[in-house]
């Protein structure tokens, strides 16, 4: 039983997080009232911060922004369901937490509250539950994250070259 869990958790915790992240794009994409009401109380309080725009329509976390990671997160968390793929699933739920992370802090540290659309703080409720599946995602794709942070790793910084003496004399030894 468990080895089964730990075979389909990993799809099935990405089907249900890509699907919420498919889901609220209708809202952010459309320019949905909700979806202006929420950003625009973030970018209220960003300007009582002396960062106004910041959340606006043209701003750096404006709706569009925050939907376009989540499209790019459900897209590498459904695509790195190829079993050859399974760094791009570990890259999707790294984005899918760096968004989640900002939606919780936003939700509890900010005026706009745990109920900003009078739900029952469904929203919220989602954003958590999305954020917690995230970091299990992560904890079970570790060893792909960990190969996938060696790769740029390898990319950024080159592993020198042995000197041309040294490759003759250890092809003459």
Do not use: C
């Not at 459309?30 to 202006?36: L, Y």
């Not at 509250?113 to 954020?131: E, K, R, S, Y």
């Amino acid at each position: 039983m468990l080895a089964q869990v730990k075979r389909y958790a990993p799809a099935a915790i990405s089907v249900f997080a890509a699907a919420v992240f498919l889901d609220s794009l209708r809202y952010k994409f459309t320019d949905h009232p909700k979806t202006q009401e929420i950003f625009g109380r973030l970018d209220g309080w960003a300007g009582s911060l002396g960062l106004p725009g910041l959340f606006g329509h043209t701003g750096l976390f404006s709706q569009y922004v925050i939907g376009s990671a989540e499209l790019a997160a459900s897209t590498l968390l459904l695509v790195g369901l190829l079993p050859r793929l399974t760094r791009l699933n570990a890259l999707g739920a790294a984005i899918g937490l760096a968004v989640m992370t900002g939606a919780v802090s936003f939700h509890l540290f900010t005026p706009l509250g745990i109920d900003p659309n009078n739900d029952g703080g469904g929203l919220f409720a989602a954003a958590v539950t999305i954020w917690i599946s995230s970091i299990v995602l992560l904890t079970i794709r570790r060893n792909e994250i960990a190969a996938l942070l060696s790769d740029i790793g390898r990319a950024f910084v080159p592993t020198p070259k042995p000197a041309a003496s040294q490759v003759r004399a250890a092809a003459h030894a």
